[in-house]
């Protein structure tokens, strides 16, 4: 029985005793309720992908600060890749990390630029080749770790100088230079072997992007334009794609939607530089965000216009439908809300904004393929046209 229930006559020492340990309890549910609300403000900035920078006495609310940083592609990992990672043997994690496993946006936009070209080198009526998309699948995770484990390779006397991208595995000793030169080819072992399922001309392509995926790192040093260099890159799956299915490139239709990718790219990965921006300044590094600053709008505006007119030249040469063009209209809305909204002066914003292009880009291929089937329709009703002319 608690101590306030024994209370007997006019005996005031239980009442103090009761009174004290009412304080008591209410000092600890008041440190509980301190702590409980520390930890979730804790949590939630640790959830949002930051360091938090914590006293050696202890943790309190008004001690901790998130932590700036840079990197390409991945401030805030994607939990189910990153618990894959984190659930993998303890000796493969840092390679894992290195291939950017835990952090898959930039995998998907290196594969759906392939995915289109496929798409579109699809029969009318006909689904694109399942095998084509699943063997790029594979080639895009991994030239995409190849292309990181070269970036880190060039990039860790820099990333050493900066708070987040000083845990990558290279600039932590997690790995050394030779290891990963070693991993690296082991990467590009399997890619080439990808490669060698597909006809000699899809081979000769391919091996020829070999260069800008080796070369791309180093350009943030000499020119304001690396993004451009990135969209050269990233979207040379829009011709390969075209040639695996085809057994060669239809320049009606392969370069208007390769530039049309190199648009996008300058659109996302300018807006991710803008996360960067303070300390690629500091460090000597250039980008499209430095060179843009608060035009930065203005410039993504055009470069949506651009997009958007090679994709529907891309349409009109390949005979696309109504399905397509609908598809069009919502990536050019998507792209209208995404500009005007963004806020390139908040690194947070800047991420959410540059994610958000995996949904453009499955929108394209899927107008690409829904418009594909409809041209079994609009087959089928010509028939039915021409058949009807000559009975009549």
């Not at 939990?79 to 894992?96: E, F, G, K, M």
């Amino acid at each position: 029985m608690p101590a306030c229930d024994r209370t007997l006559g006019n005996d005031v020492r239980p009442l103090r005793v009761c009174a004290l340990q009412s304080a008591m309890l209410g000092a600890a549910g008041a440190g509980l309720v301190r702590g409980l609300r520390t930890g979730t403000q804790v949590w939630l900035w640790s959830s949002r992908g930051r360091s938090l920078t914590l006293p050696a006495r202890g943790l309190h609310a008004g001690d901790w600060r998130p932590s700036a940083g840079r990197g390409h592609l991945g401030r805030r990992p994607s939990l189910p890749a990153a618990t894959i990672v984190n659930s993998a043997p303890r000796p493969l994690q840092p390679y894992l990390r290195l291939m950017r496993l835990d952090k898959p946006i930039g995998t998907w936009l290196l594969y759906l630029p392939c995915a289109w070209s496929i798409g579109l080198a699809a029969e009318p009526g006909c689904f694109p080749d399942w095998y084509m998309l699943s063997l790029f699948g594979t080639g895009a995770v991994l030239m995409r770790g190849a292309g990181c484990t070269i970036n880190d390779m060039w990039d860790q006397d820099y990333d050493k100088k900066v708070t987040r991208t000083a845990s990558r595995p290279i600039a932590a000793g997690d790995i050394s230079t030779f290891q990963s030169f070693v991993f690296l080819g082991g990467q590009l072992t399997l890619a080439l072997a990808v490669l060698l399922c597909l006809n000699y001309y899809s081979i000769a392509l391919g091996a020829a992007s070999l260069l800008l995926v080796i070369t791309y790192p180093l350009m943030k040093r000499i020119t304001y334009w690396p993004q451009l260099a990135l969209g050269l890159t990233f979207n040379w799956g829009a011709l390969l794609g075209w040639s695996a299915v085809k057994g060669s490139c239809d320049p009606s239709v392969c370069l208007p939607l390769y530039f049309s990718g190199i648009m996008w790219t300058l659109i996302y990965d300018t807006i991710y530089a803008h996360q960067d921006k303070r300390d690629d300044a500091l460090i000597g590094l250039k980008s499209t965000a430095l060179l843009f600053r608060d035009d930065t709008k203005q410039w993504l505006s055009g470069f949506t216009v651009v997009m958007l007119g090679a994709l529907s030249l891309v349409g009109v040469n390949i005979g696309q439908t109504v399905p397509y063009y609908t598809a069009l209209a919502a990536v050019g809305a998507h792209l209208a809300h995404q500009i005007y909204t963004l806020d390139i002066h908040r690194p947070e914003d800047c991420w959410d904004k540059f994610t958000s292009n995996r949904t453009i880009g499955l929108i394209i291929f899927l107008g690409i393929v829904l418009g594909n089937l409809w041209k079994e329709k609009e087959t089928d009703k010509t028939k039915k046209n021409i058949d009807n002319r000559i009975e009549n």
